[in-house]
């Protein structure tokens, strides 16, 4: 993790409605999820990680201490806090930022992604009504596609009201990999609870062609509206998979 990096993470804790050890601990669980830290990897000592993120020590502890029950953090002796590589499929905590296409073996795939565009445009009468606005207001939109090894698997379009997200990114290559942390840290949204549909669907134009898929093919259809803490609809989302080499999991215990 960079200088910067941390500083940015250390920017707006004071901010945000969760405790300042959980703020730290996403952090670090995002640097896990996108490969900044590697399964095998050693995390440096307590009082070094404190100074990075600009927090007391018992708030590092507390924090590492919770991804050691998640799964994500093994403690060695001798060798110190270790990154395991496996996903905390049942801790909701961690729900919302993994991806839920996983190899055929249950294991969990490193995916990249990749926004194609950001664009601004009116609500239409649908989008009004389910996210309780006017027709017409201002929506945010992105489209981005999901890779595992090189290989696309998944393509989402998801829209919020763009008031909600001042000063959003608007380059694509500036788009945060994991949006979900992005709007809790930057405009304290947190994500406490998804509503899903589920549905198969023939692979249309635009699937075929950014899923690299072979006409007829079926994907998997995944309907989702995201909730904030107040349960106000945050995010409505369509994403498109293909699970020829992956299944959906979606486990809460």
Known sequence: MTGKQAKAATSAPSTLPVPLYEHVKRQIAEAILVGELSPGAVLPGEVALAARYGVAVGTIRRALADLTADGMLVRRRKTGTVVTGRAPQHSLRFFFQYFRLHGEDGSLQRSASEVLSVAIRPADAEEAALFSEPVGEPLLCLHRVRRIGGVPVMHSRIRLVARRAPDF?????????????????????????????????????????????????????IREEAYDQAGVLALLSEHRATTAHHHYVNEIR
């Open 169 to 221: 990114p608007q380059s694509p290559s500036r788009v945060p990999a994991l949006l979900y942390l992005h709007l809790l840290d930057a405009y304290g949204i947190r994500i406490a609870a998804v509503r899903e549909k589920l549905l198969a669907e023939v692979a249309d134009k635009q699937d075929l062609r950014l899923l690299a898929l072979r006409s007829p093919s079926a994907v998997l259809v």
